[in-house]
């Protein structure tokens, strides 16, 4: 479990002092929840995102435990350092707008034939509760030839979870290597 401790002061010398000493800075909130200013050992915090299984992951901070899910990040443009996480508590039976790794399942015909499989959307942004929502979308590539792609429209829908991009949107396609 990720463990994390509550600001004090959210002004700009207090969060350059915890970034120094290896802290990333994070908004913790909820639908009728209280914000919580938070903060989390860089290295730890990215380590227990890679390994997490679900969308939402445990953290604990001041005493309490919740799972929270990754909203949006800030990172520095130019080394990639993140500076900046918004997490959002998976609340059940809540409906909020989340984000659903995408999955290609299969190999392409468009490999054969020297094309390259572009995942154009790695994440697609989906609205439902937290217990309705599936931990990933698995998208049938084995019959995309080169210049081929497949949108939302073409992706397998779920009961009580929406898409909210706009249909028309390309997920996965398979592009000609140069």
């Known amino acids: 479990m990720l463990e994390g401790i509550v600001r004090e002061s959210t002004g700009k010398q207090s969060t350059k002092a915890l970034r120094r000493d290896g802290y990333l800075i994070a908004n913790i909130y909820g639908k009728g929840l209280e914000n919580i200013s938070a903060a989390f050992k860089a290295n730890e915090y990215i380590r227990a995102v890679r390994k997490?299984?679900?969308i939402a992951f445990p953290v604990k901070v001041g005493g309490k435990e919740m799972n929270v899910v990754v909203q949006s990040?800030?990172?520095q443009a130019v080394t990639g350092e993140l500076l900046h996480v918004d997490l959002m508590?998976?609340?059940p039976g809540v409906v909020t707008h989340y984000t659903v790794p995408v999955t290609p399942v299969g190999t392409p015909i468009g490999l054969k034939n020297k094309g390259l499989l572009n995942l154009v959307k790695p994440r697609l942004r989906m609205k439902s509760t937290y217990e309705n929502l599936p931990q990933t979308?698995?998208?049938?590539?084995?019959?995309?030839d080169v210049g081929d792609s497949i949108m939302i429209r073409d992706l397998p829908t779920f009961e009580?979870?929406?898409y909210t991009d706009?249909?028309?949107?390309?997920?996965?396609?398979v592009i000609k290597a140069k």
Request: hydrophobic share 45%; no cysteine; aromatic share 4%.
């Open 52 to 54: 997490k299984e679900n």
């Open 160 to 162: 009580n979870a929406t």
């Open 89 to 91: 508590v998976a609340q």
């Open 137 to 144: 979308v698995e998208v049938n590539v084995a019959d995309l």
């Open 166 to 173: 706009a249909d028309r949107v390309a997920v996965v396609s």
């Open 73 to 75: 990040y800030e990172s």
